[in-house]
C-alpha cells in the first residue's frame, strides 16, 4: 500500500485561531487530494478535491474561504482551518490520490481539531 | 451525500464468531472497496474489487463484488478480539472519477 503521512494527528485550539494539517504522500506522486471530515459515529464527508497547481473544488455546504486548500505540489497538500470555532471541532483525514487508472485510495492517519 | 445503504450498522458478536457485513446502492459502480477504521486513525484498505462477481479474499477476510453492480459484501471469519472497529464500505462510479461514496459504516464489537 501507498504510503501517507498526515501531521499534525491531534490539536487544540482557541476559537478565533487557524490551524493547519499538512498530508504528504511519502512514496508516491499524488494528481489529486481528497480531504474528509468525520464526526463522531459518522461516515467521512468529503470536503473538497484538489488536483496539484490548481484551485480546489469544494463539495456544497464547505466554506472556500474558511477551509484553505493548498497542493503546491504532487507529495504535499496542506489544509488551513482559518477563524476556527467549536463547531469545526472534527476529524480531518486526507486521501492523496495517484491516478493514472489507479482506483485504490488510501488515507491518511487523521488529525484530530479540538476548538475551545 | 451518502448513496450507499450498509448493514447492520453495528454488531456484537463472541470471539470465533463469523461475521458478515453488506452494502447495497441504487446506483452502479465500478469498484467496490473495504476498509477499517480503528479509533482515532484514518481508514486502513482491507479488500478492493473490480469486476461484477469477483470474489477476493484477504486472511480471514472475503469480499464480493455483486453481479448487478450495485452491492457487495465482507465476511469475517473466525473473529478475533484485534478485528474490532468500524467498517466501511466504500464504492467509485464510471461518472464520478476517483471520488469515493461511503457507506455508513458497521462498528463491530468482538467479545473475547
Avoid at chain 1, 71 to 97: K, M, N, Q, R, W
Wanted: hydrophobic residues 35%.
Amino acid at each position: 500500500g501507498a504510503v501517507v503521512s498526515q501531521h499534525p494527528s491531534w490539536v487544540i485550539c482557541k476559537s478565533g485561531t487557524s490551524v493547519k494539517i499538512e498530508c504528504r504522500s511519502l512514496d508516491f506522486q499524488a494528481t489529486t487530494m481528497f480531504w474528509y471530515r468525520q464526526f463522531p459515529k459518522q461516515s467521512l464527508m468529503l470536503m473538497a478535491t484538489s488536483n496539484e497547481g490548481s484551485k480546489a473544488t469544494y463539495e456544497q455546504g464547505v466554506e472556500k474561504d474558511k477551509f484553505l486548500i493548498n497542493h503546491a505540489s504532487l507529495t504535499l497538500s496542506t489544509l488551513t482551518v482559518t477563524s476556527a470555532h467549536p463547531e469545526d471541532s472534527s476529524f480531518y483525514i486526507c486521501s492523496p490520490y495517484r491516478g493514472r487508472g489507479n482506483t485504490e485510495a488510501f488515507f491518511g492517519q487523521g488529525t484530530r481539531l479540538t476548538v475551545v | 451525500g451518502q448513496q450507499l445503504n450498509q448493514s447492520p450498522q453495528s454488531m456484537f458478536i463472541q470471539e470465533g464468531e463469523d461475521v458478515s457485513m453488506n452494502c447495497t446502492s441504487s446506483s452502479i459502480f465500478n469498484t467496490w472497496l473495504w476498509y477499517k477504521q480503528e479509533p482515532g486513525e484514518g481508514p486502513v484498505l482491507l479488500i478492493a474489487l473490480y469486476k461484477a462477481g469477483e470474489l477476493t479474499s484477504n486472511g480471514r477476510l472475503t469480499a464480493q463484488f455483486g453481479i448487478t453492480r450495485k452491492d457487495s459484501f465482507l465476511n469475517i471469519s473466525a473473529s478475533i478480539p484485534s478485528d474490532v472497529g468500524i467498517y466501511f464500505c466504500a464504492g467509485q462510479r464510471e461518472t464520478s472519477g476517483s471520488r469515493l461514496t461511503f457507506g455508513e459504516g458497521t462498528q463491530l464489537t468482538v467479545n473475547p
